[in-house]
């Protein structure tokens, strides 16, 4: 006998399902002519007007696996958009991981070090941090200081219906709902894991007139979300009075909605599930409705309405789940 404590078995790894496969329906855009930009950051647009108005910016690929904003910028650099005022600027942000987006493995290519999404506070941007997507953001950062009106084009992995999300300004939601499409803002604090690029800076100081949204405009990899973020990118630019493009503005927006968030539900266990398929923009009608499971925790809903927004049907631990949402109009 050597006295010596029995070794203790190592506990077992948690076990995530794994992803189903998904169908990508669309083909990615070639983007070689864009690469240089022309602003000194690659995959970085801008153009001039002589009238003087806004810096706009709509950016996309924020995400590298999500086509769809690459698939509209692609069209609006090969059209040869200009401003009738200000200046506008197109841009292409993780093109390192978007290089290696495989359609037989459409969700390995969001990101390669870290979510580029993750990354806009000050304290990150300006530590010792080093990742593929931190060297972007530095790059980057500059030209979005210049910034007074920011879109984000995203897309969605699990089935939800088309939304903007704005942010918790009022003036975030003022360009939600003048922008007018799709019809659902949601006003939310962002992520736990880091802050968003709509959450940068003076985007989200309310006394600052620079203001960000960003628009999930449907599933990934299906032409419906690029005709929805064609149709958000116009109605921005006509609401600026830079470009008149795509089908003229609806005279009433009464169909629009906004919600508030009022619980982020961020998986604490590798074992979080939902009791059934929902899909985002569900409304449960009754408080306290049990909703998921986080292991041995009960996930229900806290008040009446609740509206889910984006459910993640596989979560993984320390990330966004879902949100909970209460309409606020």
Known sequence: MTGQPAAQPEPEPE?????????????????????????????????????????????ALTHGNELTGAIVLDRLLRQ?????????????????????????????????????????????LEGPGQSSELERARRIRPLIDSVDVLL????????????????MTAKGRNLARSIGTPVLAIADHGHVSG??????????????????????????????????????VAALLRHVGMVDIGPAASASNSAWRSAEVTVVVTAATAGFAFVRQFEGGEIVPE???????????????????????????????????????????
Not at 84 to 103: I, M
């Open 15 to 59: 076990r995530v399902a794994p992803l189903p496969l998904f169908e990508v329906n669309l083909t990615a855009p070639d983007l070689t002519p864009w690469l240089a930009g022309n602003t000194g950051i690659p995959g970085y647009h801008s153009f001039a007007s002589e009238a003087a108005g806004p810096h706009v910016a709509v950016v």
């Open 80 to 124: 040869g958009i200009r401003p009738k005022r200000g200046r506008l600027t197109l841009g292409f942000n993780n093109l390192a991981a978007f290089a290696r987006f495989d359609p037989a493995q459409p969700t390995a290519s969001r990101f390669l070090d870290e979510d580029f999404n993750r990354l806009w506070d000050f304290t990150v």
């Open 152 to 167: 984000d084009l995203h897309s969605m992995l699990w089935p939800s219906d088309p939304l903007i999300l704005s942010g």
């Open 195 to 232: 802050r968003r690029l709509i959450d940068y800076g003076r985007f989200a100081i309310e006394t600052a007139a620079p203001v960000a949204n960003l628009v999930e405009a449907g599933r990934h990899w299906e032409p419906a979300t690029v005709i929805q973020a064609e149709a958000t």
């Open 287 to 329: 408080r306290n409705t049990l909703i998921a499971m986080d292991g041995t925790t009960e996930i229900r809903t806290p008040h009446d309405d609740c509206l889910l927004v984006m459910p993640s049907l596989r979560p993984s631990r320390g990330h966004t789940a879902v949100r909970l949402a209460r309409f606020v109009n």
